[in-house]
């Protein structure tokens, strides 16, 4: 098969998808409805392969704007969103995305955190260490304290003249 016939049964394919009302191939419609579903894999894609809050700090990285949509099919953002006939839907969609994306992130970091143990894994290296240290300096204080007191557990219990001999004072 040629590239034309494949891109043919590919457009082919793509009209026989049900668009929505406001999806129109005669304006810019059609391309931001691809670019926001092309968009909105790739943020799923981003939102799979990452697990931790500070991956999501830029909303950039698993959110789409309208900006981001019209710089692509080279239109104003004003036009796209607010001043058309299509603009109160496109939004819409938009937005029933983003939520969904936002739910999926929630997901995402949700089950990270069940995952987790309790354990070492979820604290940072430096809390590591300086727990370790508190630890060690409590086994070394336990450890002396012990020490003496076994040696007066052992003193009490000597007899009287072995204690004498030994010039211990009673």
């Known amino acids: 098969m040629s590239l034309k016939s494949l891109s043919k049964i590919a457009q082919s394919k793509t009209?026989?998808?049900?668009?929505?009302?406001?999806?129109?191939?005669?304006?810019?419609t059609f391309a931001a409805y691809q670019y926001i579903n092309l968009l909105k894999t790739e943020k799923l894609d981003f939102i799979a392969k990452h697990n931790k809050v500070n991956d999501y700090k830029a909303k950039g990285n698993y959110q789409i704007t309208a900006s981001e949509v019209a710089r692509h099919i080279k239109?104003?953002?004003?036009?796209?969103?607010s001043t058309s006939v299509y603009s109160k839907d496109l939004k819409?969609?938009?937005d029933?995305?983003?939520?969904?994306?936002?739910?999926?992130?929630?997901?995402?970091?949700?089950?990270?955190?069940?995952?987790?143990?309790s354990g070492l894994r979820q604290h940072k290296k430096d809390e590591?260490?300086?727990?370790?240290?508190?630890?060690?300096?409590?086994?070394?204080?336990?450890?002396?304290?012990?020490?003496?007191?076994?040696a007066t557990l052992v003193l009490k219990s000597l007899a009287l003249p072995i204690k004498q001999?030994?010039?211990i004072s009673i």
């Open 15 to 28: 009209k026989e998808l049900a668009l929505p009302i406001w999806v129109s191939e005669k304006n810019i």
């Open 75 to 81: 239109v104003a953002t004003t036009t796209l969103i």
């Open 92 to 94: 819409n969609y938009l």
């Open 96 to 117: 029933s995305i983003n939520t969904k994306l936002e739910e999926e992130k929630f997901l995402r970091l949700s089950k990270h955190r069940k995952s987790l143990s």
């Open 128 to 150: 590591i260490r300086i727990e370790l240290q508190n630890t060690r300096k409590e086994l070394e204080e336990l450890k002396h304290k012990n020490a003496i007191e076994q």
């Open 165 to 167: 001999k030994l010039g």
